[in-house]
C-alpha cells in the first residue's frame, strides 16, 4: 500500500503564492503523481501531474504561468508552487499517485490519494 500525504494549503490573498508538499511512502508501480482539486459542488479536476523521471509534465489551462510542479526523487515527493493566485484556486487540493498509461489529469489513472489540503484565496 502506497501512503500518500500533503502538505502546506493555508488562507492567502488574491496575488500572494504558496507551496504544496506531497510525499508517498514508496513509488512502487506509479509512475506519476498528480494535484487535483475540487471545490464545494464540483468535481475534481486536475491541476498539474509529473512524471516520475520528471520527463514529462501536465498543467491544466487555468493554472498554466501559474504553477509549477516539481519533484525531489531523494525524498519521494512532489511539489506545488502556486503563484498570482486568484479566488477560482480555493479548494481541496488532493495529491495522487498512480500508474499513468493515459491522460495524466484523469482521476481513474490514479491508485492512491492523500486526504487533501484545504487552499483559500481572497479577494
Known amino acids: 500500500q502506497v501512503q500518500v500525504v500533503e502538505s502546506g494549503g493555508g488562507s492567502v490573498q488574491a496575488g500572494g503564492s504558496l507551496r504544496l508538499s506531497c510525499t508517498v511512502s514508496k513509488t512502487y508501480r506509479t509512475n506519476c503523481m498528480g494535484w487535483f482539486r475540487q471545490a464545494p459542488g464540483k468535481g475534481r479536476e486536475g491541476v498539474a501531474a509529473?512524471?516520475?523521471?520528471?520527463?514529462?509534465?501536465y498543467y491544466a489551462d487555468s493554472v498554466k504561468g501559474r504553477f509549477t510542479i516539481s519533484r525531489d526523487n531523494t525524498k519521494n515527493t512532489v511539489y506545488l508552487q502556486m503563484n498570482s493566485l486568484k479566488p477560482e484556486d480555493s479548494a481541496m487540493y488532493f495529491c495522487a499517485a498512480g500508474q499513468v498509461v493515459a491522460v495524466p489529469d484523469h482521476v481513474n489513472e490514479y491508485a492512491y490519494w492523500g486526504q487533501g489540503t484545504q487552499v483559500t484565496v481572497s479577494s
Open positions: 509529473i512524471f516520475t523521471d520528471g520527463s514529462r509534465t
